[in-house]
Every structure is written in C-alpha cells, then in structure tokens.
C-alpha cells in the first residue's frame, strides 16, 4: 500500500510539473491505451472487485431495494448540488467563464428552489448538467493524459485524472466554508450517493465486473473511452470502418 | 462530365479537393438513416410494452435485431484478424454463435430502457456511412448522446455500431471477444461454442 501511495505521488508530481511547463494550451485527446504498470493495475483491480463482491454489491443492493427511489434520488442531488462550488471553480481555472456562470447560477437555483438541494429543478428548467472536475482543469491546461491508473476503491482514473481527485478534495469550497453536521451530512449523502448509482447502473457493472472475459480490459477501454469524451466536450471519437476492415483487405 | 473541359479550373480545383478529401457518393441519406434509427428504436418500445415473458421479448428483440442491424458485419469485426486464418464452415458456425449471444447479452439488458426515450436529433455523413445523432433519457438518469453508425454497404441501410457518450459497443465487443479467443489460445472452434452458453 506505502508502495502504491509512493508510485503514485511520484507520478501525480510528474504530471503536475508537465502543467507547469506545458503553459496554456489544452493537452490533445489521449489515444490508445498506456498502461505500463499494468501488472500493478491488475492487482489492484482484483483488490476492487473483491471489495465490489462483499461489501459494495451487497449493500448498495439494500440501499436500492429499501430506500424508496424519490428518496434517493434526493440524496443524490444534494450530494451533486454541493460539489457545484467546486466545479465552479474549476470552470473559473479553465477560464470557462460562461460555464462557471452556468453552475453558480444551478447551485443557486437548486439551494433555493430545489430545497437546498434535494430538488434538481436547474435540470429541468433547461439549467443542464455540466460537471466538470480539477483532472479537465488541468487537460485545459495541457497536462497529458498520463498513464492508465487504477485506485483502490475508486477505480479507473489516469495519473492526470488521479491528480485532479486529489486537488479536487483539498480545494472544495465547503471545507472552508461549513463545518459540522451540514459537512457530515454532504460526506454522508455522497457516500450514500454512490451506492445509489452502484444500485441504478448494476446490470451494466455487474456485466462488465462478473461477466465479461476480461473486466480489467473493459473496464479500463470503457473508462478511457468516456472520459475521452467528457474533456473532448463530446466530439465523435473516431472509430473504425468495419466494411474497410472487414471487405477491404480481401 | 467536367472531363469534357479539360483544364478548366472548376475541374482542377475539383481533382484537387478529390486529392485531398476523397468524398464516397452517398447512397444512404441521412433522413434515410435517421428513420431506420426511429423505427428500430419504436420497434423495440413496443417489445417492452408488450409486456410478453422474457423469453418471448428476447425472441422478439432477435427479430428486431436481425433486421435492422447488420449482425455479419458486426459477427466478423469482433472476430478480428483471427477470421483470415479460419475456414468459412468456422466463420459460418462463430457468425451464427455470436448472433444469439449479441442477443441474449443485450437483450436481457432492455429492462433499463423501460420507460425511456431516444430523440433523434439530426445525422450527418461520416467515412462510407451515416451517423445518426441522439439523446436518450431513461428514467432516473441524467440523458446521454446516443450516436447510431448506419450504412447501406451490405446492400440494404442497416446500423452497424451504437457509441454511447463515446463508449463504442463494436470496440468493446471485439476487445471481449479478443480477450475470450487468447484464453482459448485462437481456438475458434472453442469460441463458438463457448459462446453457445454465454450471455
């Protein structure tokens, strides 16, 4: 464990000091897969999975089976309201002026007429979602990707996207600005949170964690595939032409 | 048609653009593509709704499957490079195995859609195809892009891959059947019936 926490601070500095030196430009869209400690990576997937199957699975599947699902998805949205001050400013790091507008205008409009929270009513007043996190702040500032990581509990991530995590947790406004039971409730509702997607999205993990061939490999594919995505602000990746692939060569 | 002027500069600028962006005649429009989607999107609500027992809604969804996807193409990319070294009897055998699991794996995940919609919101043309453009909102979740890759290559518009918010289900399912073919050591005759019990 010290092992893995030294490997990964080493790399998460790396991938600071390449910010630092690559200025203002947004880094280009990772391609392929990098994964030079995968054997490392593997191991600690194995750690996740046998987490997932004793203690996440089984009590996400009580959460969702006892928890009525409006009182969830409450919880859920006052989990996602407190992480806007954050988001905001990251948006103002990436100079996203417009999108920092957008999210302080959501967490306003959600804190008060969603009832502190419980209520996205900024959804679906045409307010959408629009979560970002400290890993695109610096994509924006032109750190790269880095190398596939996974971490123990958390799961896929890149060093970059790992890094983020890490400024993400120190930087969140609301650990200046509240203190007490309202900061325990906001850990405690993003915990609850997210056994809550664990229990929404379970045929699709279950799929991949249970019964593909190999969950590492999907896994890690889905992830760097959709993470991709976010930070390209959902460009069509490019793909292959399987009528080239398949009829071209023959 | 422009040939009968050689020389002329709409015809250079034209071999030029030719060059450098070799644009394939469209056969397949994109209204064309993007009614293809609508339909097999209203042919699947309507299996759901039927509210039929499992097995018959997966006999169902093979029907609605076999016809608007196009199951060989998508049968013989997963297969990958391992099909240049395999008999037509093995790819015959592995294309028909992987059609019934394609179905079974993702059929019996229609349960998540219960209640959902897909909106169409345009389609624009790509390489030799369509992509067609949508959103889809399920129920309790936050809606998500939806981009349906339809060609007309097989001799009929069919949709041959789904990304999801930039998840490729081709790529995952290549890199699946990747994964179970190495554990097989290229063994195709072991894939295809393995694949027989899975899904």
Known sequence: MIRVVRVLSKRISAVLLAAAVAGCSAAPIGVGVDDPIENQNRDTHSLNVAVDRALIRPASNSYGSIVPSPVRTGVSNFASNLNLPGQVLNNLLQFRIENAGHNAFRFLVNTTFGFGGLLDVATEAGLENRGTDFGETLHVWGAPEGAYLELPLVGPSTERHAAGRVVDLLLNPLNFAVDGPLRSAGTGASVAARFGDRYQYSDLVDSVLYESEDSYAQARLLYLQNRRFKLSGGAQPDYIDPYEDVYGDE | ?199
């Open chain 2, 1 to 199: 048609m422009v040939m009968n002027k050689p020389f002329s500069r709409r015809a250079f600028v034209a071999s030029l653009a030719a060059l450098t962006l070799p644009l394939p005649a469209f056969a397949l429009s994109g209204p064309a593509a993007e009614g293809l989607v609508e339909s097999a999107v209203d042919d699947i609500n309507k299996i759901i709704a039927s509210g039929k027992s499992e097995s018959s809604m997966l006999r169902d969804f093979q029907r609605v499957f076999e016809r608007y996807a196009d199951v060989n193409i998508i049968a013989l990319t997963t297969l990958g490079p391992a099909r240049r070294s395999a008999s037509n009897a093995e790819i015959a055998a592995y294309v028909s195995a992987f059609k019934a699991y394609f179905t079974r794996k993702y059929g019996k995940r229609f349960n998540e859609f219960v209640g959902g919609k897909i909106i169409v919101e345009g389609s624009r043309n790509s390489k030799s195809n369509v992509e067609v453009l949508s959103t889809a909102r399920l129920r309790g979740s936050a809606p998500f892009k939806v981009t349906w890759l339809v060609s007309d290559k097989s001799g009929k518009p069919k949709i041959f891959n789904i990304v999801i918010e930039g998840v490729n289900t081709l790529t995952s399912e290549r890199a699946e059947i990747g994964a179970m073919l190495d554990k097989r050591r290229g063994d195709i005759g072991a894939l295809t019936a393995d694949l027989k019990k899975l899904g």
